[in-house]
């Protein structure tokens, strides 16, 4: 158990809805990565969070969203979803902007029909 | 931007040893990860490299050499619960830590 939680494991939407996934870091962590993973993929940044700051952005959509809040937790919300938003998404977190290394959590499945 | 390449496939026997390499290109390198991920699972670290040579950590090692973009993660011993996806990635100056991940190399580890 890496101390990242994430919710929901699993999420099944149809085309054009609007989701949030939900990402709690480890105790202590201030910095928060979302991570998109598609079948066949690597591992894609989205975006980075700092205590409560967007600091780096990846290769996100406008159609995606983030944020963290006070108590440091991050949701990240996908809208008008495509097919092709389906993937596995990961948040990850570490104490700062340093060289230690990113705890992942289990990801939420998210399947687009 | 940056060009992290590793082999999509290998396949060893149980007991063996499996080398994974990895090359990059990128300005501003400051650290490689190697993560090990299961199926539909979280990536989990193994092992990080920011100066050149070799880090041992069990039946795990992995070598740097900065100066030829290259690193590869060595796994000696090999069991079946190896068989994973291993994921190579380099980390920036000013990325505000943030990781950069390779497509990932499967192993398949044979009985």
């Known amino acids: 158990d890496s101390g990242v939680t994430q919710t929901p494991k699993h999420l099944i939407t149809a085309t054009g809805q609007r989701v949030t996934l939900r990402c709690s870091p480890r105790?202590?962590?201030?910095?928060v990565y979302w991570y998109q993973q598609s079948l066949d993929q690597g591992l894609q940044f989205l975006i980075q969070?700092?205590?409560?700051?967007?600091?780096a952005k990846g290769n996100i959509l406008e159609r995606f969203s983030a944020q963290q809040f006070p108590d440091l937790h991050s949701e990240l919300n996908l809208s008008s979803l495509e097919l092709g938003d389906s993937a596995l998404y990961f948040c990850?977190?570490?104490?700062?902007?340093?060289?230690?290394?990113?705890?992942f959590g289990s990801g939420t499945q998210l399947s687009v029909l | 931007g940056q060009n992290i390449d590793q082999p999509t496939e290998m396949t060893a026997t149980e007991g063996a040893i499996v080398q994974i390499n990895c090359t990059y290109q990128?300005?501003?390198?400051?650290?490689l990860f190697w993560y090990q991920q299961h199926a539909g699972e979280a990536p989990t670290f193994l092992s990080y490299?920011?100066?050149?040579g070799l880090e041992e950590k069990g039946r795990f090692s992995s070598f740097l050499s900065r100066s030829k973009g290259y690193s590869y993660l060595l796994l000696k011993e090999l069991q079946m619960k190896d068989s994973a996806s291993y994921l190579c990635?380099?980390?920036?100056?000013?990325?505000?830590?943030?990781?950069?991940f390779g497509a990932g190399t499967q192993v398949v580890v044979t009985p």
């Open positions: 490299n920011v100066l050149d």
């Open positions: 969070y700092y205590n409560g700051e967007e600091r």
């Open positions: 990635a380099v980390r920036k100056t000013d990325s505000w830590g943030k990781l950069q």
């Open positions: 990128t300005s501003g390198f400051n650290g």
């Open positions: 990850a977190s570490k104490p700062g902007l340093g060289n230690e290394k990113l705890f």
């Open positions: 105790s202590g962590d201030l910095s």
